[in-house]
């Protein structure tokens, strides 16, 4: 599997220190503390590739991962937490929104979503910029481990009713968990496609 072969590249704290865009790119994100490191570390099976924090707004820049030459996995900062400071947060709101905006490389986006709390406005607003580009979205409902089968159905079949009713089939949505790996092989097959794997 390529994708076990990232290694961390390098993290971003503004535009002009992120990689020339040119290559292919698929940035996962999500509230802080939803799971994003996790997923990434579960994906290309290194426990310690992305930092996974029980301190949640820990992952304060893009952190890039190459896969290989110009093909890339990035590890968005979480949104959602309100102890981090507001002009940081605007700075952020400022470098993201121009990120989605203009960023040629990023060819898909992973909404991670615990799956007890998915879709709040923010996780709607992610998954709408990419859905307004023309870019696949894919909707990542973690912590699976944390409900029984019947619940995971359960809120797999909201969150389908809700996106669809929002954007058609633009956007698909899985049961995950990096915990138990539920849903690993899907997430890869998906991210793999969109990196031209
Ligand atoms: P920020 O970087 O702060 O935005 O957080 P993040 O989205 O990267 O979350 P992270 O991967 O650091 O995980 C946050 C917490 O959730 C950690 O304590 C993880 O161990 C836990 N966690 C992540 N994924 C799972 C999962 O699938 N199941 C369970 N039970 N816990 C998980
Ligand atoms: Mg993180």
Redo the contacts with the bound molecule.
């Keep these: 599997q390529l994708i076990e072969r990232a290694q961390y590249l390098l993290s971003a704290h503004n535009a002009r220190q992120l990689p020339e865009d040119g290559g292919y790119e698929v940035a996962f994100a999500?509230?802080?503390?939803?799971?994003?490191?996790?997923?990434?570390?579960?994906l290309t099976r290194q426990n310690s590739l992305?930092?996974?924090?029980?301190?949640?707004?820990?992952?304060q820049q893009l952190v890039y991962f190459q896969v290989q030459p110009e093909r890339y996995l990035v590890?968005l900062?979480?949104?959602g937490?309100a102890k981090v400071p507001q002009d940081l947060q605007a700075h952020w709101q400022a470098f993201i929104d121009k990120y989605f905006r203009t960023r040629e490389a990023l060819k898909g986006l992973v909404v991670?979503m615990d799956i007890r709390h998915p879709l709040k406005d923010y996780d709607k607003q992610m998954l709408g910029y990419a859905v307004e580009r023309g870019l696949p979205a894919h909707a990542l409902l973690?912590?699976?481990?944390?409900l029984g089968r019947g619940q995971q159905m359960q809120s797999l079949q909201k969150v389908r009713k809700e996106l669809s009713g929002l954007w058609a089939d633009s956007v698909t949505v899985q049961v995950?968990?990096?915990?138990?790996r539920q849903g690993v092989d899907e997430l890869r097959g998906i991210v793999g496609g969109w990196l031209g794997l």
């Design positions: 999500g509230r802080s503390n939803a799971g994003k490191s996790s997923a990434l570390n579960a992305a930092r996974v924090s029980k301190t949640p707004g820990r992952t590890d900062p979480g949104y937490y991670v973690t912590k699976g481990d944390k995950y968990s990096s915990e138990s």
